[in-house]
């Protein structure tokens, strides 16, 4: 059986249709201060003219919901309609504020009501887990209102770096606990008759990803349930490897049907994501029909490729769609790419990238970065140029390093939760300031900018000794 696309319901987000009756949406997320208003504008026409379709924009505080409309207004009056999205985290009022600006608005259930994470092994009696759900619908209802008052969409949004310790005390760091988080809130808006919901349940690492948003899809099933989904690698990097990752994991999905609307988080300018994500969706059809060729064909543990590309990265992000789902799911454990025009050496090195893409084998560094938004406190690309030429420097004398995980944030509100697919992290604390981890704990905190670079080399070098 051919490529087939899952069926859902529409939501309308401004003038824009998600849903499996509309072609698969491209989006992207301001890097922005969301108070500056100017460069708002400027980099969300950029996103817009790169064929972006909704630009989302971090809200942490009032001021910055509230801002929100001079952003629209600016937009609207130089002829750009594209739907804006406030994405909101750790205070629920914000997202009231921001439904009433916004065509819509994302909360993440890991932090929307349930207290900041210890990281600490909680327990909670069946009653005290049945009054933090009370509290949820008693919080998340009013809200509803609002959005169903206004014509506001939601996003429902899950993050596998950001569960609540309420979720994980019952399910652990697993894809049946990302799975409950977003059904808790998917049933009360079910109860309430709010069908205006897009859903996206996300992680850096590609494997847990794919098995989290195909459970997902499963229990809403079971449960009666199509609401349209956003796919993405949170979390993915930049540059090849960035792209890369993002193809294996999304790729897998749109291959199987699954997948309304998608976003390519790179650590880059965020309209250089939307020209990738548009090749994604370009490649569906081929790249599910190849698969399904792939698969047949598997041999001594072997996926065998041939491709006739011309373009190096169009070949990169082929490649890793085609086969994701194959290694994700462990059908086979070793890659060979075909193709002419390209050295037997650079194939080998993208069939090794695509290989650690999908978790089956580690022969590099991976950093484990985020895109950036306007919580970042520090300049992000060229931080992640220091933290790649420090740790290629040091991989010279010590070859551990050339294969550890490397976690860097902009914040924390996914940064110390993604720590624990990271050997070590870099988070950014505060204007000028930084925290470093080890997994999920932090190491020092607070630390000049300056001086966090080296001091987390030293400290991954005194580790890895001790």
């Known amino acids: 059986m051919g490529y087939q696309r899952r069926k859902t319901i529409d939501v309308k987000i401004g003038d824009v249709v998600i849903g499996s009756n509309e072609p698969i949406r491209v989006q992207s997320m301001a890097n922005t201060s969301t108070m500056d208003t100017e460069g708002s504008v400027a980099q969300a026409k950029r996103i817009v003219d790169a064929g972006g379709e909704l630009v989302r924009f971090t809200t942490q505080g009032q001021r910055e919901a509230q801002n929100m409309r001079n952003i629209s207004e600016a937009l609207r009056a ?22 009433t600006i916004c065509e819509k608005v994302r909360i993440n259930p890991g932090n929307y009501v349930d207290p900041a994470r210890t990281f600490k092994k909680l327990e909670y009696t069946d009653s005290e887990y049945a009054d933090e759900i009370k509290k949820i619908d008693e919080r998340f209802v009013p809200f509803l209102n609002i959005c169903k008052e206004h014509h506001t969409a939601v996003r429902i949004g899950v993050n596998h770096g950001s569960l609540s310790d309420r979720i994980m005390s019952r399910y652990g760091d697993t894809p049946e606990g990302m799975v409950e988080s977003c059904m808790e809130f998917l049933r009360i808006c079910v109860r309430e008759h709010f069908s ?16 989290t948003v195909r459970l997902l899809v499963a229990q809403m099933t079971k449960e009666g349930m199509a609401f349209p989904l956003h796919l ?67 041999s001594d543990d072997t996926v065998t490729l041939e491709f006739h590309e011309k373009k190096w990265e169009d070949l990169q992000l082929k ?3 085609t086969v994701g789902a194959l290694f994700i799911d462990q059908l086979a454990h070793k890659l060979v790419i075909r193709n002419d025009g390209f050295t037997e050496e650079k194939l080998t090195e993208l069939a090794d990238a695509i290989l650690q893409a999908a978790r089956i084998k580690f022969t590099k560094t991976e950093y484990i970065s985020c895109p950036g938004c306007g919580r970042t406190l520090y300049n992000l690309e060229e931080t992640i140029a220091k933290i790649r030429g420090a740790v290629s420097q040091r991989a010279q004398h010590d070859k551990r390093f050339a294969t550890l995980k490397i976690g860097i944030m902009g914040c924390i509100v996914n940064g110390p939760g993604e720590m624990a697919d990271a050997d070590y992290g870099y988070v950014g604390a505060a204007m000028g300031k930084v925290s470093l981890y080890k997994q999920k704990v932090c190491i020092e905190k607070n630390i000049p900018e300056s001086e966090a670079v080296e001091r987390l080399m030293n400290f991954i070098e005194n580790d890895l000794n001790s």
């Open 232 to 298: 993405g690698v949170t979390e993915a990097g930049e540059g090849e490897d960035g792209r890369i990752k993002s193809a294996v994991g999304i790729g897998a999905l749109l291959c199987e049907g699954i997948g309304d609307t998608i976003r390519v988080s790179l650590s880059e300018a965020p309209e250089r994501e939307i020209p990738v994500a548009k090749k994604l969706v370009d490649s569906i059809e081929e790249c599910a029909t190849l698969r399904e060729q792939a698969k047949n064909t598997i």
């Open 319 to 321: 490649a890793a769609m």
């Open 78 to 99: 130089d002829g750009y309609t594209v739907p804006l999205v406030a994405d909101v985290h750790f205070n629920a009022s914000v997202a009231d504020t921001a439904a």
């Open 196 to 211: 205006d919901v897009v859903i996206s349940i996300k992680a850096s690492n590609t494997v847990v990803m794919v098995r």
